[in-house]
């Protein structure tokens, strides 16, 4: 009894410190989150259907849910000794090898994909264990089958094969689903400005991408007047969308989020950081794969797979950011759930017209709904001033 009490301490990492920012090694873990986007937005830009689309989206939702897990476990575990970073870069090096992975994941490179998966999960659970910050050591407990039925789930699609690896992504798949409904972060503890300020960097690290899928498309031929048009445009395109998020929302949201009973913060966290956070970075993705085709060949009509996949990219985007704002009560949504549908209309620009002219086109709704959100913020408070000028006479 005497020396599990004083091993338990030894076990246990310091509590990390309120308000300390994010480390450079959760910066350095995050370059293979670039390479992972990069990955999937190469798997949607050579499917030759749906079913890439499909392949595309199971595997950001497996990658993304461990992912954020380590967000969840840096914010209680702050790597900054031995003992903790070196479980944080041998996970690293786990994620490296499922992104190597992507293009092939559902054929000759499943096994690597399944096992590296496999050994994230252990790190994570062991390396959360260690947690000091309230009750997450005992939570882990509760997540960690569920994990580890992702994985199995993952290992049955190496099993099978390409004709039916996708019952085992759908089995994953659906258990990260009914983990997310059951509520079954409850327990866990969080450092909110850490929290808010880790997932900000998630949102840069996609936009990111769409960025190098601009810088790709042109190709060099920056020298050609529609090419330089077209990248010009993308920027401004981009611009509006990192505006939407980090003109207001991003610090907004850390307030909000900080001010919620620490029994709901877990809940919350799912909600506006992970399912949110999930359908801003599929809509980035979505859109940088049209941004390589469109900034590649302004000058050309796109297919109707590929008009609707960029017009869907902004529109998903939009439709995280309403999601977003209206868990965390940052501010009006309806400019945001207007322009999400009006994005889709850009489609058959285009289709009848060229790639460059929906570019422009869905930059136009995006400006609009970033000057009507902002004009929707003023409101208020102009009818506030109104009412009390009606009182006063």
Same mark, same amino acid.
């Given at each position: 009894?005497?020396?599990?009490?004083?091993?338990?301490?030894?076990?246990?990492?310091?509590?990390?410190?309120?308000?300390?920012?994010?480390?450079?090694?959760?910066?350095?873990?995050?370059?293979?989150?670039?390479?992972?986007?990069?990955?999937?937005?190469?798997?949607?830009?050579?499917?030759?259907?749906?079913?890439?689309?499909?392949?595309?989206?199971?595997?950001?939702?497996?990658?993304?849910?461990?992912?954020?897990?380590?967000?969840?476990?840096?914010?209680?575990?702050?790597?900054?000794?031995?003992?903790?970073?070196?479980?944080?870069?041998?996970?690293?090096?786990?994620?490296?090898?499922?992104?190597?992975?992507?293009?092939?994941?559902?054929?000759?490179?499943?096994?690597?994909?399944?096992?590296?998966?496999?050994?994230?999960?252990?790190?994570?659970?062991?390396?959360?264990?260690?947690?000091?910050?309230?009750?997450?050591?005992?939570?882990?407990?509760?997540?960690?089958?569920?994990?580890?039925?992702?994985?199995?789930?993952?290992?049955?699609?190496?099993?099978?094969?390409?004709?039916?690896?996708?019952?085992?992504?759908?089995?994953?798949?659906? &258990?990260?689903?009914?983990?997310?409904?059951?509520?079954?972060?409850?327990?866990?503890?969080?450092?909110?400005?850490?929290?808010?300020?880790?997932?900000?960097?998630?949102?840069?690290?996609?936009?990111?991408?769409?960025?190098?899928?601009?810088?790709?498309?042109?190709?060099?031929?920056?020298?050609?007047?529609?090419?330089?048009?077209?990248?010009?445009?993308?920027?401004?395109?981009?611009?509006?969308?990192?505006?939407?998020?980090?003109?207001?929302?991003?610090?907004?949201?850390?307030?909000?989020?900080?001010?919620?009973?620490?029994?709901?913060?877990?809940?919350?966290?799912?909600?506006?950081?992970?399912?949110?956070?999930?359908?801003?970075?599929?809509?980035?993705?979505?859109?940088?794969?049209?941004?390589?085709?469109?900034?590649?060949?302004?000058?050309?009509?796109?297919?109707?797979?590929?008009?609707?996949?960029?017009?869907?990219?902004?529109?998903?985007?939009?439709?995280?950011?309403?999601?977003?704002?209206?868990?965390?009560?940052?501010?009006?949504?309806?400019?945001?759930?207007?322009?999400?549908?009006?994005?889709?209309?850009?489609?058959?620009?285009?289709?009848?017209?060229?790639?460059?002219?929906?570019?422009?086109?869905?930059?136009?709704?995006?400006?609009? &709904?970033?000057?009507?959100?902002?004009?929707?913020?003023?409101?208020?408070?102009?009818?506030?001033?109104?009412?009390?000028?009606?009182?006063?006479?």
């Amino acid at each position: 009894m005497w020396a599990m009490t004083v091993k338990r301490p030894r076990l246990q990492a310091p509590r990390p410190v309120d308000g300390a920012p994010v480390t450079t090694l959760e910066l350095f873990f995050d370059l293979v989150f670039v390479f992972s986007v990069t990955q999937l937005t190469g798997l949607v830009l050579h499917s030759h259907g749906a079913s890439g689309y499909l392949h595309a989206g199971a595997v950001l939702v497996v990658i993304f849910w461990m992912y954020d897990g380590y967000a969840w476990l840096s914010n209680n575990v702050g790597p900054n000794s031995a003992s903790t970073r070196i479980p944080m870069l041998l996970a690293m090096t786990g994620f490296l090898v499922m992104a190597i992975a992507i293009p092939n994941v559902f054929g000759h490179t499943a096994w690597q994909f399944a096992v590296a998966y496999l050994l994230v999960v252990a790190l994570h659970a062991w390396s959360f264990t260690r947690s000091s910050l309230g009750s997450s050591a005992v939570a882990i407990r509760g997540i960690l089958p569920y994990n580890l039925a992702i994985g199995l789930g993952l290992v049955l699609a190496a099993t099978l094969g390409p004709g039916h690896a996708w019952v085992g992504w759908t089995l994953s798949v659906l &258990v990260i689903v009914v983990t997310v409904l059951r509520n079954n972060e409850s327990g866990f503890s969080l450092r909110a400005e850490h929290f808010a300020e880790r997932h900000q960097l998630i949102i840069i690290i996609a936009l990111g991408e769409t960025v190098i899928a601009t810088g790709l498309g042109a190709g060099g031929h920056i020298d050609k007047a529609q090419i330089l048009a077209a990248v010009l445009i993308s920027m401004a395109l981009i611009a509006g969308l990192w505006w939407l998020y980090f003109g207001a929302d991003d610090a907004r949201a850390s307030h909000a989020f900080a001010s919620i009973a620490p029994e709901r913060m877990a809940h919350e966290a799912i909600q506006a950081y992970f399912i949110a956070h999930l359908l801003h970075i599929a809509g980035l993705v979505l859109l940088a794969a049209g941004l390589h085709l469109v900034v590649h060949a302004p000058g050309h009509q796109l297919g109707a797979r590929m008009a609707l996949t960029m017009a869907a990219g902004c529109s998903t985007y939009l439709a995280g950011e309403v999601l977003f704002r209206a868990r965390l009560g940052l501010g009006a949504v309806l400019p945001l759930a207007v322009g999400s549908v009006a994005l889709l209309a850009t489609t058959t620009a285009g289709i009848w017209a060229t790639g460059l002219v929906q570019l422009g086109a869905m930059t136009v709704v995006v400006a609009a &709904v970033v000057g009507a959100s902002a004009l929707a913020e003023r409101q208020p408070t102009s009818a506030s001033e109104g009412e009390l000028d009606i009182g006063n006479a």
